[in-house]
């Protein structure tokens, strides 16, 4: 992440704490992002399946309250209409404008999603259901969905989300520069053109990291990876690294 300068802003996503002691400290790194980064807003995942759905809301409407922005994760998983407008609404009430509309993954065990399946189908029911109350923000990757069929499949399936209503998307995290500006390239061809903003992962530990890549798709460059290796268990040259 870099600080907010020449007109460029960013987000910070966070996972709703499961505890109190998480919780303070949840608020402890909001306050300290506020002064250095001063986000635009706060993203708010869930846990596998929306599991942590509640926490989610929980999580978001204290932001809100605390005069911030705040986004909350909205996923296919799970979802039917009459609970996801019902939570629309709870958030229409709260002041929050801003959505993150994901198809989201199911959790291991489950088989299907609930009413929706795609997230462009999300986006068109928001719309419908709440009209231009809400900007949304829809998930892109450069370096192509590690479940689509192929990457033009998956720029079609993204240009979907957009054409349903999106007002701009966060990409998959990317160390291969290229990558994103290719992908930029590609979407303007066939007519998008909302704004495409680049996601950022901070290298902290290595094996989570290369795990968590090979999941959802994001290549480790070679001279990056052979770097890290280098470091074993040292988690301070690791992080310098980062």
């Keep these: 992440m870099q600080k907010q300068q020449h007109n460029k802003t960013v ?3 966070f996972f709703p704490p499961k505890t109190e002691q998480g919780m303070q400290n949840l608020r402890s790194a909001r306050t300290e992002l506020a002064e250095k980064l001063k986000p635009n807003f706060y993203s708010v995942t869930f846990g596998a399946g929306g599991s942590t759905q509640a926490r989610t809301l929980e999580t978001v409407l204290e932001i809100q309250q605390n005069g911030l922005q705040a986004a909350p994760h909205i996923s296919c998983v799970g979802a039917n209409k009459s609970q996801l407008l019902e939570t629309l609404q709870h958030y229409q009430k709260a002041g929050i404008r801003h959505l993150v509309a994901l198809r989201g993954d199911l959790p291991s065990g489950t088989h299907g999603y609930g009413d929706f399946q795609y997230a462009n189908e999300l986006v068109e029911f928001i719309r419908a259901e709440t009209g231009d109350h809400f900007f949304i923000e829809v998930a892109a990757y450069p370096e192509t969905h590690p479940q689509a069929l192929n990457s033009e499949r998956d720029l079609l ?8 209503g999106a007002n701009s998307a966060i990409t998959q995290y990317f160390y291969n520069a290229d990558a994103y500006f ?4 590609r979407c303007e061809k066939i007519g998008i053109h909302v704004p495409i903003v680049p996601g950022i992962m901070p290298i902290t ?3 989570s990291l290369a795990r968590f890549s090979a999941a959802c798709g994001a290549e480790i460059p070679r001279w990056m990876s052979q770097q890290l290796q280098t ?4 988690s301070d040259s690791i992080r310098n690294f980062g």
Excluded at 231 to 234: I, L, R
């Design 157 to 164: 399936n993204f240009k979907r989300k957009v054409d349903a």
């Design 231 to 234: 470091y074993g268990d040292d």
């Design 182 to 185: 290719h992908f930029v390239e």
């Design 11 to 13: 987000s910070v996503e």
């Design 205 to 207: 530990n290595y094996s």
